[in-house]
């Protein structure tokens, strides 16, 4: 039988180093976290391009000019394409349009939509009817759903605790908050090292793994509490040990059939679903890993230190 409490302190400490790490790696060498058009704003355009080009070449045309763009594929029947870039990007779409006028009339100044649409023009060579719809998108509905998904996980925590508290004891209720904190900061310090672009797929993907990491962590406390009842009595420590032995094989198993599922996104070549997949890979492993190295060994450091309290 593996000791999992043996490493409780260890693994405390290395989860709490990788966060601050990844986090201040973030906010000092990327200044941030990436721009993205839902939460920074930015321009968009719908387009029908010419049937040589496809992804790789409309990507490879933005990288040339160095601005971030976000292509997804609309119909692949009339290559019918949205494209996004950020308001970051309009001073580089400005000069390049520059060097690409051949007259003075290309060379006049332009309202920023108008910059992007000449931008599309000429370097697909498109006429204007191709271009569908050209829009600046502001910051707005990225902060309503920061603000409302904030919310939303607050409220979450809020009801799994007292669910918990009532089900089994509050020790069990501080280990499960703890280590859903653990898992969301550590996702967003390596959404945020790795500059993965923030989305709704994004968001969506950091609940689906707090949904997932509370069940691991629920079906362990679960366990828990059985052997803690059972007419064999151990050491407290050595009941989470049995404890988490017993659903080793439950978990691992639960563990590879969704990371399977997620991986079957990539090799389908979902590309507007890359991101959103990745997230929620690491969010897999890491919720996994946090049901066995933070949230068992906070619930036993509690009992450690609060034994009496721990009994409540």
Request: hydrophobic share 45%; proline share 2%.
């Amino acid at each position: 039988m593996f000791d999992f409490s043996k490493y409780k302190y260890i693994s405390i400490i290395t989860s709490t180093l990788f966060i601050i790490c990844g986090l201040t790696f973030t906010f000092t060498y990327h200044k941030g976290f990436a721009h993205s058009l839902d939460f920074n704003g930015g321009l968009r355009a719908v387009v029908i391009l010419p049937k040589d080009k496809d992804r790789k070449s409309i990507e490879s045309f933005f990288a040339s000019e160095s601005i971030d763009s976000v292509i997804i594929l609309l119909d692949k029947e009339k290559n019918h394409y949205q494209i996004d870039v950020g308001l970051e990007s309009i001073p580089k779409i400005v000069a390049s349009n520059q060097k690409k006028a051949v007259d003075e009339s290309e060379k006049k100044a332009r309202p920023t939509i108008e910059e992007f649409i000449f931008m599309l023009k000429k370097g697909f060579s498109i006429e204007r009817d191709k271009i569908l719809s050209a829009d600046q998108v502001g910051a707005i509905v990225g902060n309503e759903l920061t603000s409302t998904g904030i919310s939303l996980l607050l409220y979450t925590m809020l009801f799994m605790a007292i669910y918990l508290s009532f089900r089994f004891q509050f020790k069990f209720a501080l280990g499960a908050s703890l280590a859903l904190l653990h898992d969301l900061f550590f996702t967003l310090a390596f959404i945020g090292v790795f500059q993965i672009k923030p989305s709704v797929p994004i968001i969506a993907a950091l609940l689906t793994l707090l949904g997932y990491s509370i069940n691991d962590t629920i079906v362990i406390f679960d366990r828990i509490r059985e052997n803690s009842d059972s007419k064999v009595k151990y050491e407290f420590s050595r009941t989470i040990n049995v404890s988490i032995n017993q659903t080793l094989g439950r978990t691992l198993n639960t563990s590879v059939a969704t990371l399977i599922s997620i991986v079957a996104i990539i090799i389908g070549k979902a590309v507007e679903l890359y991101d959103f997949s990745i997230v929620l890979i690491f969010g897999v492993i890491i919720g996994t890993y946090s049901s066995i190295f933070i949230a068992a060994p906070i619930v036993e450091i509690y009992e450690k230190f609060f034994p009496e309290k721990a009994k409540d």
